[in-house]
């Protein structure tokens, strides 16, 4: 079976599963688990920022970096399609209490414009008390829900500069910011530079079995683990874990512009193709939305299964694709070629 569901479905590969084997492992609840404390320096140096935390997922990253830097009761301002938002099951509200303010987003990205919209003064003689303060504000980059769409750089600048003019504390969901720097060479501490803390995966594109880590400066970080241990993040001989991850960065990377000409190909080919529609300008990474215009999803996707191919319905008519270390070019062509017959059955 060729898995195209999502970058989350990757096998640690064999000299991965020996760096996890030969991992020195401490307790990551003391923070003396030698493969966790190497994971969170290199990460740091990475993004550019003072500390790291390894933590078990990207959600749970982005659910501590909210609750270090608000109050219940805080606005947080993040895109309608952002996964805090729209993925992450209402932890924000139920977990930090605060409210989530939809900014209108193009493929998820916003102006500063947007953002000062969102952050209305009190008008004059209106008492400050009736406002409810806004207090930080969420990017993501890549989007995934935009199907793994690029914050320009300057865009992201721009967006951070307005949320420190108001008064805000920035995060940057980077989940996939590994494949923005890969598509752009941009790198991710260029990306990471202007937010307070930034969130990154492994176990996505990377294809690490687990964890994310959240990257800031020593004082948000030293907050933040606290709420880790809090959410229940305290995960012992997590050192087996952060080996993968490390072992990950360091020969993973590079090869994510594979996946990025793979979607690119595979996309091209779906133009092509009768009863299937793809927007090409929007496939800048790893992942693939196109439509089934003569069938439903759900049946399109149950062809191609029986074929050897798995892939996600994403709606009545909307299919997701997406690339990583477990598809090869073979892989991939082979995928298209079961696609194209299963919209032509
Ligand atoms: C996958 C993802 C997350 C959450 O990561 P998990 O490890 O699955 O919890 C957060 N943000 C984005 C943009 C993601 O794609």
Same mark, same amino acid.
């Given at each position: 079976m060729i898995d195209l569901r999502s970058d989350t479905v990757t096998q640690p590969t064999p000299e991965m599963r020996q760096a996890i084997a030969d991992a020195p492992v401490g307790d990551d609840v003391y923070h003396d688990d030698p493969s966790v404390l190497a994971l969170e320096e290199m990460v740091s140096e990475l993004l550019g920022k003072e500390d790291a935390i390894y933590m078990p997922t990207g959600t749970m990253s982005n659910q501590v970096a909210i609750r270090a830097h608000t109050e219940s009761g805080d606005v947080v301002l993040a895109a309608a399609s952002a996964h805090v938002n729209t $993925? =992450? %099951? *209402?932890a924000a509200n139920a977990l930090a209490g605060v409210t989530i303010r939809e900014l209108d987003s193009t493929r998820g990205t916003f102006t500063a414009e947007e953002v000062r919209r969102a952050v209305p003064e009190p008008? !004059? *003689?209106?008492?400050? !008390?009736l406002f409810q303060p806004v207090t930080l504000l969420a990017a993501e980059n890549t989007h995934n829900g935009a199907g793994g769409a690029i914050w320009p750089i300057e865009d992201l600048h721009a967006v951070a500069a307005t949320a420190g003019e108001l008064g805000l504390a920035t995060h940057l969901d980077g989940a996939r910011l590994w494949n923005a720097s890969a598509a752009t060479g941009i790198a991710e501490s260029e990306y990471a530079h202007d937010f307070d803390t930034v969130s990154v995966c492994f176990s996505k594109g990377l294809g690490a079995p687990v964890g994310s880590a959240l990257v800031g400066d020593r004082a948000v970080i030293d907050r933040a683990r606290r709420f880790k241990q809090m959410y229940g993040g305290g995960f012992r001989q997590a050192g087996m874990m952060a080996a993968g991850a490390a072992y990950a960065i360091t020969n993973h990377r590079q090869r994510l512009t594979e996946d990025h000409d793979n979607a690119k190909r595979v996309a091209a080919g779906i133009a092509d193709a009768a009863g299937l529609d793809v927007d %090409? =300008? @929007?496939?800048? @990474? $790893?992942m693939v939305y196109f439509r089934v215009t003569e069938k439903s999803a759900a049946e399109f996707a149950t062809t191609c299964r029986a074929s050897g191919v798995n892939l996600l319905p994403t709606g009545s008519n909307t299919i997701r694709i997406v690339f990583h270390l477990g598809v090869t070019v073979p892989d991939a062509t082979k995928a298209l070629e079961i696609i194209t017959a299963a919209a032509a059955d």
């Open positions: $993925n =992450e %099951l *209402g008008p !004059a *003689g209106m008492p400050g !008390a %090409l =300008e @929007t496939i800048v @990474t $790893n």
